[in-house]
């Protein structure tokens, strides 16, 4: 099987096979110079992908407004999206706590789906609240009905986070360098422990998009003055608006926003008061916090540099990981836009950030799991599309795509087939192509078991070998030695057979996991 291609490298990549438009994604580019402070976005997801304003009328998005006050809860901006939902930051102004708010479609499926996702974390929030995967998994706060325009529209308040795992791989162009994916899979294997083992839950769809990372309330005031700096224009701030009509905010509909977003901003003082009394502003937003800054090449000056890129300089984070350097020129994606990566980096690696599983929502009850079609197609697990019954190993196996896919920026398997039948053809074809042939007869108990396997048990055409995984993280800029750890550690989850793959807790006995990265 040749290279995967890059899942921010081309604008014709298809995530999944979806109803919800996607946006091209850029190039990455060959060079890259030192960053300068500017404005990011924290939920960079939503400048690459976001529902379209035709969504809240034909499929039962929630129209809602900037500003706009539900339940107690001012809305401050979107901060997500899914086929189910959209999410907003809100604002209570009398307790003055931010909340995040998960409002679902107005379909009869997707309200019960959010019915069972509330059961679900109502249930979870209660369990062993002194296990260490207890934080690392997302918490209800209140749940209410929203009925509008004749239709009903359950919405879920979660504690407030930032953004997902798919954000910061967007952010960083190429990955995330390895230390950082350590942390990442130490934190979702405690959240899976918890899940799999104190709450007797099978997720069923992990990857990037369902792990978010935490951020401080100073944050979110920063958010909250950067939606009123940007006159309330850009990815997030109201797609139930058309581009021509986000444009076109009438003066009055400005001021009164501003007035609004002032308001929450001024107290921001009870967070910081010495950071208000020198600006004059509830924190001034240069960055995404204001921990980054203006990132130079050791030994070098821009006019040294000459727009050569970082691949040929060693170059040091805050956090003091030198990050790796190669020869000029090198065409591997790890030494190409360091500078994004060290950002990404800093962020994930600071110790008051945690990374939290969410949508909890397509989770199963073990006692009650059968064979069942779940998990995002680029993470399922092989024993899932022949339809053999759903175990805790496929959240394993999902992690371990996943993981792969924040050390790389590629998907570890990527289908593009839009019939069923082939893409999930190509999907066993890529697995066996990298990572070696079924063992015979497997799933034998599987319902779809004779579509893709003769009576011999094996599978129903040969397929050549292409790059397993050690080659592929080799291809991508590591070496053998400073891979050699982690490729093991995905091998144990990315086992055919789900008696053999490693549980969660196993995983976390690791060495990888267990050896410190520099």
Known sequence: MGKPKSLRQTEESKASISSIKKKGTKNIPSTSTPAKKVRVD??????EEEEEPESYNSIGFMKVDLGETIEGYTIIRKTGYGNFSTVWLGYDMKKHKFAALKISRAKPAHITAAYTEQMILQTIRKRAVDHPGYDKVVHILNQFD?????????????EPLGSSLLSKL???KNGIELPAVQKIARQMLLALQYLHEKCLLIHTDIKPENALVTMSKKQMY?????VKDDNFVGA???????KSERKKLKRDDIKRLKNIYTEICSHAIEVDPVSVAQSGSAFPVTGENDEIEDWELEGSSDEENNGQGTASKEIKCNMGYVFPSDKPGSECLRFQSNDKRMQVYDEIMDPAVNIKIIDIGCALFRDRAGRYQVTTLEYRAPEVVCECVVTPAVDIWSLGCTLFELAT??????PESEIKKDVEIQLYEQMIACLGPFPKKL???GRKYSIYFDPDGSYFREIEPGKDVLSRLISYGYSKEEISLFNDFLHQMLQYDPLKRATASQCLQHPFL?????
């Open 42 to 47: 924290e939920y960079t997801e939503l400048n």
């Open 146 to 158: 929203i009925r509008r325009e004749g239709k009903l529209h359950p919405c879920t308040v979660f």
């Open 170 to 172: 967007y952010k960083s």
């Open 222 to 226: 920063q958010i909250t003055e950067q």
């Open 236 to 242: 997030g701030f109201g797609c139930n608006l058309k």
């Open 409 to 414: 920026s590629e998907y570890f398997l990527h």
């Open 443 to 445: 799933y034998a108990d």
């Open 514 to 518: 267990k050896t410190p990265l520099s």
